[in-house]
């Protein structure tokens, strides 16, 4: 487990992917990987790093082609990760960034239960926002299993939420429309429906997942339920928005080197 933790730090730390760890754990062990993300987790939060909730990934068919995983997973999401709206992601930063719309979900009670229903999430959630998850392997260019990316935190790289909170009884998340534009050009589509369903199915796969492993989700928790449509590679001065019906707009951008510093 060590081994493979510090193989993927080191290419979080240096900006060069490591080759696929899948090799340095028990074949097809998702188990074993989990284990090495909880070490990752564990070692963040000694060193200071505050979590704050949880990603689901692997939701959508079109994410699972792209991957060639069959299943949902998850991943940890610390306060440094978030990227608030209008701040550039300097340049380097990130090693192989892809985009992705998601509906985030913001818990207002706890989620203890190894069988949540719709209306026990729909109590326990305080408010809805439309993300951006900033996915990112640390391994070389994305060649990963199921193995490789639960061991990765999941793929997971940055966030960035947007401002406007909605309640549940607002939106439709399983009808939502998403699109995602990548400097005005849309790179991505999807619905509600695309996320394992519905992203209120992803987040009772996590909450069940989760109060199994006796680690619930709690009030307070930030859950990014999954993409609604295909990932879109980014590269420096992109930028993204994305729209989802009844949530709003969210956007970002990635600054490139020549304007880094740069007065605005
Ligand atoms: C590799 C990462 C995939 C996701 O984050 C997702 O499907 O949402």
């Known amino acids: 487990m060590t081994e493979v933790a510090d193989a993927l730090e080191e290419a979080a730390r240096t900006g060069v992917p490591c ?3 899948r090799s340095l754990l028990p074949a097809a062990d998702i188990g074993a990987a989990y284990a090495v993300q909880r070490l990752h987790v564990e070692r963040g939060i000694t060193a200071g790093r505050r979590l704050v909730g949880r990603k689901i990934g692997l939701t959508s068919p079109a994410v699972q082609r792209q991957l060639g995983v069959d299943r949902p997973d998850f991943g940890a999401l610390f306060a440094d990760m978030a990227v608030p709206e ?6 380097g930063r990130l090693l192989q960034p ?9 818990l207002g009670a706890d989620l203890p239960y190894r069988d949540p229903t719709v209306a026990d999430l729909l109590r326990a959630t305080a408010f809805a926002l439309p993300a951006l998850e900033i996915v990112d392997s640390r391994i070389a260019d994305w060649d990963i299993t199921i193995v490789d990316t639960v061991a990765d935190n999941a793929s997971c790289g940055l966030y ?11 939106v439709d998340l399983r009808a939502a429309t998403m699109s995602l534009t990548r400097n005005g050009e849309t790179v991505s589509e999807g619905t509600g429906a695309d996320c394992l369903g519905s992203p209120l199915t992803a987040a009772l796969w996590l909450a069940s997942t989760l109060a199994g492993l006796g680690d619930p989700l709690r009030a307070g928790d ?5 993409a609604l449509g295909p990932m879109a590679r980014a ?5 993204f928005t994305a729209h989802i019906e009844g949530l709003g707009t969210v956007t970002t951008a990635f600054a490139s080197a020549a304007t880094e510093g740069a007065a605005v």
């Open 19 to 21: 080759a696929p760890v």
């Open 86 to 91: 209008g701040q550039p992601i300097a340049p």
């Open 98 to 106: 892809k985009v992705e719309a998601e509906a985030a979900l913001v």
């Open 160 to 170: 960035v939420l947007g401002g406007t909170p909605v309640p549940l009884d607002r």
């Open 222 to 226: 930030l859950v990014l339920t999954g």
């Open 235 to 239: 590269a420096e001065g992109d930028e």
